[in-house]
Each structure stands twice: as C-alpha cells, then as structure tokens.
C-alpha cells in the first residue's frame, strides 16, 4: 500500500500536467485561426430615439471584424468591429474591443460599451467559417475568413458611429411617419445597442 500511494500521485499529477497541456494548446490553435479579418452577420443592432422621443431599432445587415493577437500565438489580443446598416441616420457603427481564448470559450470585452461584453462557448471555427452561439443564446451567428493579414488600418480610435450623409432616406424607406421629420432623426441620439443574438434568452425571462 505504501508503494502504491506515491505511484498514484505520480499518476495523478502527470495527468493534470497533461490535461492543463492539451486545453492551452487548443486554446493556442484556435486563437491562431481567430486572428484576421471576418465578415457576416453578427447580430447587432442600435437604438434610436428622436428628438421627439420616438424610439427606433436598427439591425445591421453585415459586419466586418478583425482579432489581433498580442503577440504571435497569443491567446488574446483586441480587435475591431464594423457593423453596416441600410437603414436609420448611420450606415456604420464602429467599436473597439479585448478578446481572449480561455478552456475553448471566447471573450469579447468593449471598454466603450459594457453592456456589449459576451462569451461565445458553443461554435465551430475553421480557417473558413466561425459560426455559433453566444452564451445562453437561440440563435446563431455565422462568420467568414476573408484574410489572416492584421494590419486593418482603415479605422482608427476606438469608439464611433459614420453618418450617411442624407437623413432624408430614413423617412423615404418608411421608417418615419408624419409626426417623424428629418430634423427628428438629425437632433435624435444613440440610446442603446447590442446584439440580438445574445439577448434572446434575456427577453424570454
């Protein structure tokens, strides 16, 4: 019995040793997958009330991302995020973000928004496609590789929205009503966004 006791510990710690070993490696391959530029349909949307405290929500119908990883190999890093509407006063909202890759899970951490930070933990993520779900969502999200290049300079800072440039077409596609002007969605204000996806437990409760 004595021998045995000191044999099993031997055991128990080799195990943990590789265990420990395995999870971090695949977090590392995955982050390398990670890192680059995607497109698709990420699920996010803004609010908007008006000037005369209309409320509207706007649901973006594509979005490009890009992770950069801290170092090469790193399991986190930050990254950029733009999403593209075709209706409402901005065609873009634009935001920074912290990612990490810990035990297969993904965190998403936006400093200028908090309540966008969420943990994808249910995906399928190859060097072509990432899809999947955030946590405690129903639906899901779907991704695709456009490049593994990381230099993504086109925005820079950290936190914005892109006005089209003619309020007017808010009003033309129907999204107005005759109490609803062009100088209520100039005056109006971002009021909230998110992303529905995540949320669709949240409304059920």
């Not at 497109?39 to 119908?61: C, K, V």
């Amino acid at each position: 019995m004595k021998k045995i006791l000191p044999i099993l510990g031997s055991l128990m710690m080799m195990l943990s040793v590789f265990f420990f070993t395995s999870c971090e490696s695949t977090d590392t391959s995955r982050s390398v997958i990670l890192s680059g530029q995607w497109r698709g349909n990420f699920g996010m949307y803004y609010s908007y009330t008006t000037s005369t405290g209309r409320q509207y929500i706007f649901n973006s119908y594509d979005t490009y991302i890009v992770f950069y990883p801290e170092y090469d190999y790193a399991t986190y890093g930050s990254g950029k995020q733009v999403d593209y509407y075709d209706e409402g006063p901005y065609d873009r909202e634009y935001h920074f973000f912290y990612w990490e890759m810990k035990n297969g899970r993904l965190y998403l951490d936006y400093p200028y928004d908090r309540n966008l930070n969420t943990v994808i933990c249910e995906y399928h993520l190859n060097n072509r496609r990432f899809y999947g779900y955030f946590e405690n969502a129903s639906e899901p999200f779907t991704l695709y590789k456009l490049s593994d290049y990381y230099d993504w300079n086109v925005y820079s800072g950290n936190y914005g929205y892109y006005s089209s440039g003619n309020w007017s077409y808010a009003k033309s596609r129907g999204i107005g009503s005759d109490s609803t002007n062009v100088d209520d969605f100039a005056n109006g204000e971002i009021t909230g966004h998110g992303n529905r996806f995540a949320e669709k437990i949240e409304a059920a409760k």
